[in-house]
Nanobody, 127 residues
């Protein structure tokens, strides 16, 4: 299984970006998906997560109301729509896939439960 994240870039504060995570090797509907980010000098932090069929979606408080996760299982893709971006959103963003079953519903925010990771895409928000 391989995850390929793309869509990052440089944007001004208040702008928008959409990150895409393409899953290959196995159908994305087999996985719950998460987005994490890591800023320089900081630990990786949870951004959002979506269940297999999209019925359960969770967000970090810091992005709630600004970011939206969606998935298109027919295209083996998961999206992270980011609006009203702030300089503190600057980080490398990673998508991750969990094949672990029902335990995901109580651990969706934990990076250590995800089985596969993409390479990351840089998002830089200028003030």
């Amino acid at each position: 299984v391989q995850l390929q994240a793309c869509g990052g870039g440089l944007v001004q504060a208040g702008g928008s970006l959409t990150l895409s995570c393409a899953v290959s090797g196995r159908t994305v509907s087999s996985y719950a998906m998460g987005w994490f980010r890591q800023a320089p000098g900081k630990e990786r932090e949870f951004v959002g997560a979506i269940s297999w069929a999209g019925g359960s979606i969770y967000y970090a408080d810091s992005v709630k109301g600004r970011f939206t996760i969606s998935r298109d299982n027919a295209k083996n893709t998961v999206l992270l729509q980011m609006n009203s971006l702030k300089p503190e959103d600057t980080a490398v963003y990673y998508c991750a896939a969990d094949y672990g079953g029902s335990s995901w519903f109580s651990k969706w925010y934990r990076a250590d439960i995800y089985d596969y990771w993409g390479q990351g895409t840089q998002v830089t928000v200028s003030s």
